[in-house]
């Protein structure tokens, strides 16, 4: 039988979403708490792949068990996980259905805080000089990226990826002035690997007068990289939204 769970995780901990040698992740921890419950190895399988602390609101994962899960299997599996990841419901899928190859959007928020906040370290970057950042700047790279369906200059170097397109549907800032907040709001069918993380940082860039925005144009005219890029940290990136053609969840 195959069940797709929603989950949310504290990526601070973690290498990852993905399995790594030597290193804590969530899909090995998933993987084991699963496989000592149903007493039956189980491989899990992510709606995608997730960075060294990098975080996820909303994320969706499939794994294949035999025979009946027990009632209170939900209950089981949250006791023995650690407090950074929760699962929050569990759904018997038709046996073809796939966490990542089905998914068709995905949505990421990133968060940058604008005043030193001891209760937002891991889930927010903070730099004393956020607090200069202007909005309408990196507003103007936002609104530059829907017209481009292509992102070599935002995809981490040596990812060996075979395409560089992407459809993005939205990219915004919102700025939460009584939080002392600015958010990135970004849309996608798919996303690169570190695409976020670089196109934040590109914002910045403009906002701080390192680099112009005809650079960025134009970089993505050619498909080629910035002379200057910035990957911001991933303590700020959250996954928050993922959707099929068919209901799984809502959290």
Request: hydrophobic fraction near 40%.
């Amino acid at each position: 039988m195959r069940y797709f769970i929603t989950l949310a995780y504290c990526g601070a901990r973690f290498n990852g979403w993905q399995i790594q040698p030597d290193a804590p992740s969530v899909q090995e921890t998933l993987e084991q708490a699963c496989s000592t419950i149903l007493r039956q190895p189980i491989s899990i399988t992510g709606c995608g792949r997730t960075d060294t602390g990098v975080h996820a609101r909303y994320y969706v994962a499939h794994f294949d068990a035999e025979g009946e899960l027990p009632e209170r299997f939900l209950t089981g599996l949250n006791s023995i996980l650690s407090d950074d990841i929760a699962v929050y419901d569990i759904r018997a899928m038709h046996p073809e259905a796939h966490a990542r190859f089905d998914a068709y959007e995905r949505s990421y928020v990133y968060y940058i805080s604008l005043r030193k906040n001891p209760f937002a370290t891991e889930t927010a970057w903070y730099s004393p000089l956020n607090k200069h950042l202007q909005v309408d700047k990196m507003q103007e790279i936002a609104d530059l990226l829907p017209l481009y369906n292509e992102f070599f200059p935002f995809c981490k170097t040596h990812s060996g990826v075979d395409s560089y397109a992407c459809e993005l549907k939205t990219a915004r800032w919102e700025l939460l002035e009584a939080e002392q907040l600015l958010l990135f709001h970004i849309t996608a069918n798919r996303f690169l690997r570190g695409m976020v993380r670089l196109i934040v940082g590109a914002c910045v860039q403009v906002s701080a007068g390192q680099i112009q925005l005809q650079e960025v144009q134009s970089a993505l005219d050619g498909q080629k990289s910035l002379k200057k890029s910035l990957s911001v940290p991933p303590q700020g990136l959250f996954l928050t939204e993922v959707k099929y053609p068919y209901l799984v969840f809502s959290v």
